[in-house]
């Protein structure tokens, strides 16, 4: 069974129900949901148990659930005062998840500088970021709930080495991995991404428990995020492993337009009925 959701932020709504009515227009049933992102009138102050459970229970009269809960802070930001804010966001979010009916919260490790910068690749900073993870799953083990770590280019986790270092360094069940093949891609890796998903599946394995499926070109010498379906993703060998190996695992569309998400829907189901 293909279990295809979508990052909820992806879509433009005015309020909860509008977001439900078009979730559930494109016939998905789950999605990964960023309070914030979505909504930025609700603060993380007024994320209380009684209005989790209320947006939980308006997705499922239709049948959506929140597989993710997306709250991705910058865990190595230089400034403290920065650093512990965002560490008390990310606390609330582990004791709300139960209350938002979500499987995991998941987030990235952020950045030491304003965006990229170099510093963010020593060893150093991937000892500081494992340090950090270290404190938030000790977080998840207190509240029962599972913190989901994405890889990015730029960020001190960035290949899938550093995040089974990551895994090996904090041996907890309370810390899986979201793959996202696009986030791992440069100008020099991007015509190997067979060999990437063949070592994500053998050196993550069972803790990848959920794939963003986000597309890419090569514009200007760079790498440019593009609608599901207009890129050079390798959908098919990432679907055949859903398929064959993990039926049923978290499936999530990111960063396609809203307006080619129907097309990007029908073409992953197509993918899917084919591999």
Known sequence: MLNLGV?????????????????????????Q??????????TTEQLTPGLARHIKDVFARKGISISVLGCYINLVARDREVREKEFQKFYRYLRLRE?????????????????????NFTEETFLLATYFVRQMVVQAERFGS??????????PVHTIDKLERLLEAVPSNNIQVILDVANLMTLDNWQNQGPIIDEAKEKLGERIVAIHLKD????????????????????ERIVAFVKRERPCMYLLLEGTREEDLV?????????????
């Open 7 to 31: 990052r909820a932020h992806d879509i433009h709504a005015e309020n909860i129900e509008e977001l439900v009515e078009k979730v559930h227009q494109l016939g998905l049933n789950h999605i």
């Open 33 to 42: 949901f960023a309070p914030s992102k979505s909504f930025p009138d609700i």
């Open 99 to 119: 209350d938002f009916g979500a499987s995991l919260v998941a987030t990235e490790t952020g950045s030491v500088g304003n965006g990229y910068t170099l510093a």
């Open 146 to 155: 599972t913190i989901a770590v994405e890889a990015g280019i730029n960020h």
């Open 216 to 235: 890419f070109i090569i514009k200007d010498n760079k790498i440019e995020i593009v609608s599901m379906g207009k890129g050079l993703l390798d959908l």
């Open 263 to 275: 097309g990007a829907v029908r073409w992953i189901r197509d993918v899917y009925e084919k591999v």
